[in-house]
């Protein structure tokens, strides 16, 4: 949804960014995992998880195409119905215009190798699990290059990084806890904060544009390793400062329900041109004024976003769509 950047420092913001925004989410899913209470029991897991992603995924990318079809003489989307159609069952999206949804079963397929893989070395020498943190990565690029130009069906390039970055997520909880990450020291977090920020700084430089759903993990994939890890332990740490303030309480808000939010606001940003023809301007002004607008529709599809939060909080039906639980579920749990 970025528009396209000519800026220097907008486009080296960009690069920072997605060195590690994404690896963030798999890493707190593998700090967040349960072994001992979900090793015997995988099955019952692979069903929780996969309902509260799977659903979303097939209910929402159903609804939008039949959202889609009738309107796309009006909404700016970049594909037919036939596409929508066929990148559902091949479980990717088109070269350079991929479908937002591909996070939710990345995510669940990430989880269920990593669980698999936990469950098999639990017992075994800790050591053995930061093997797959490098033979996980190696498939990952082979496969890239194995079916470029064409992503990867299902995207399982994706979930091998994905299941790599769960296996560091669980090895910090594993050294650590699940402690703040922060000393006693200022200083000493000052010093470690600027550091892990400088690495990830110059090597998504070097690295460039990191885009799970186009299939690019950046120039040399295997630095994508260390800025998705050096990155969200910073951004960790500025979280544990920031928590116990008014703004930490409220961005909280946000991370629970992370999910609805994320499932939701690109709806809202592709219908942005529908509402911004309610104030006169015509599509043609809209298209040649893209870069202008895009700030506006952003915070406009986020804004959106919230409230309905609050509607997902209040229906069953939308809980499900967007949860996979209804909401009378989850209060029972």
Known sequence: MLPVLSNVFLESTIFFITSFVITLF???AGMTYNGDKYRENLKSYAVSRGRQLLIPYFVIYIVMMLLFIPLTSSIDTYLTPLDLVFWLFYGAGPPGQPTYLWFLPVLYFGLMLFTVIEALTCTQDPRL?????VILPFLALWMTDVFS???????LNSVFFATAFCIIGHEMKRYRG???WTTDSRNKDGVVFIVLVTITVVLS???GFVSHPDDWFGTIGWLYLVTGTSGTIAFFMISSLVYPSFFGKKMQYLGVNSQIIYEIHPVFFYMAPLLVSLFGFSATDYDTSFAL??????????????PFTMLVDRSNTLSLIFTGKKKTEEHAL
């Open 26 to 28: 798999f890493i707190l």
């Open 205 to 207: 430089q070097y690295n």
């Open 178 to 180: 699940l402690r703040r």
């Open 129 to 133: 699990r930061w093997l797959f943190v």
């Open 149 to 155: 130009p064409m992503l990867v069906p299902w995207r």
């Open 293 to 306: 607008f895009w700030p506006l529709r952003f915070a406009l599809a986020f804004g959106l976003s919230i």
